[in-house]
Structure formats: structure tokens, C-alpha cells
């Protein structure tokens, strides 16, 4: 991988980094705004999604930015020599 390649690399990688941080912590921030009066399920609004939605919605966060690491991995030859 040449020089332009490599730093591409990073530059992506790093963008891709800072949007899943971002949203990661619109995820929380959301969660704890969340009012407690409603119910669903038997359950606060607020607790339903601290419990249920919010590890949900990491974990599928966690698996897009893998898939879109991985596309990028193998794009620019694994970022490494």
C-alpha cells in the first residue's frame, strides 16, 4: 500500500470512528431524556429503553461499523503492510 492509500485509510477509518462515537452518544443522551411516565410493557418509558432498546441499538451500531471497517480493510489492502 502506497503512502496516499495508507493515509486515505486512516482518514476513513477515523471518520467512521468519530460517526460511531457520535452516535453512540446520541444513544445515551436520548435514553436519559426519555420520560419515566409512559408505560410499555409494564415498564417506565425510560427503563424500557435503558433496559431493552438501548443495548439493542449498540449492539447493532457495533456490528455496522465492523461491516463498514472490514469494507474498508479490504478496499485499501487491510490498512497495513
Known amino acids: ?18 460517526l460511531f462515537l457520535g ?6 443522551i436520548v435514553s436519559l431524556l426519555v420520560p419515566d ?3 410499555a410493557l409494564g415498564l417506565p418509558m425510560g427503563e424500557l429503553m435503558a433496559g431493552i432498546v438501548v443495548p439493542v441499538l449498540a449492539a ?3 456490528f455496522l461499523h465492523a461491516a463498514r471497517q472490514r469494507q474498508l480493510d479490504r478496499t485499501y489492502r487491510g490498512g497495513i503492510d
Open 1 to 18: 500500500m502506497d503512502g496516499k492509500d495508507r493515509a486515505t485509510w486512516w482518514q476513513r477509518t477515523e471518520h467512521l470512528t468519530a
Open 23 to 28: 452516535a453512540a452518544f446520541v444513544l445515551s
Open 37 to 39: 411516565g409512559p408505560q
Open 60 to 62: 447493532i451500531l457495533v
